[in-house]
């Protein structure tokens, strides 16, 4: 069974500095990860998508890594703004019982202090 | 372009009622999902569906049934409703990037 952890759950950062997201996965056999993120109340808006042949994609400031080899990956956001806070999940599609299952870690809450 | 739209955004339901939450996405997406989401647990997938006429369960479906008729529609049918269903529902569809609907709030009392 796959599982997604995120490190840390709560982050609380003054604004412009750079921070970085953990996620993690156990199986290494994923079709792609991708990066989500979550406003109180709302839905979730897929922010990066790396498919697993990918190390690396970028939009904007944000840019997500991925090592499938040893189950990681990074969301690395500079100069932070406080628009940025909000909730930050990782997901991982990958294949079981025959089709694609989309998991997901439980999220790290980012809060960008003016 | 609508995206994934969910219907209702609210509701409370009594013990032992029944209920279905509609979902509909616009962009052709073969995969579609239903995940709960609850305070400090994450999203947990419900049941899943990778074309019409064809749907699997998730991590967990006790309680809830789906169908798939069509490939926009996904409905997720919630058969005697008990508290331990009180929750935040997410649909979303896919075909790499997933896209999320805004969510059904649901309070069973």
């Known amino acids: 069974k796959q599982e997604v952890t995120q490190i840390p759950a709560a982050l609380s950062v003054p604004e412009g500095e750079n921070l970085v997201l953990n996620c993690s996965f156990t199986?290494?056999?994923?079709?792609?990860l991708q990066w989500f993120r979550q406003d109180p109340g709302k839905g979730l808006t897929s922010l990066l998508l790396i498919q697993s042949s990918q190390r690396e994609q970028t939009s904007g400031r944000l840019n997500a890594s991925l090592d499938k080899s040893s189950g990681r990956s990074t969301l690395y956001i500079a100069a932070s703004q406080p628009g940025d806070s909000a909730t930050y999940l990782c997901?991982?599609?990958?294949?079981?019982?025959?089709?694609?299952?989309?998991?997901f870690g439980k999220g790290t809450k980012l809060s960008v202090i003016p | 372009n609508a995206g994934v739209t969910q219907t209702p955004k609210f509701r409370i339901l009594k013990i032992g009622q029944s209920m279905t939450l509609q979902c509909t996405q616009d962009?052709?997406?073969?995969?579609m999902y239903w995940y709960r989401q609850d305070p400090g647990m994450g999203l947990k997938l419900i049941y899943y569906s990778v074309g019409a006429g064809i749907t699997d369960k998730g991590e967990v479906p006790n309680g809830y049934n789906v169908s798939r008729s069509t490939t926009e529609d996904f409905p997720l049918r919630l058969e005697l409703a008990a508290p331990s269903q009180t929750s935040v529902y997410f649909c979303a569809s896919s075909y790499d990037r997933a896209f999320f609907g805004q969510g059904t709030r649901l309070t069973v009392v």
């Open positions: 199986d290494s056999a994923i079709y792609n």
């Open positions: 962009m052709n997406h073969n995969y």
């Open positions: 997901a991982v599609s990958y294949s079981g019982a025959g089709s694609y299952q989309l998991t």
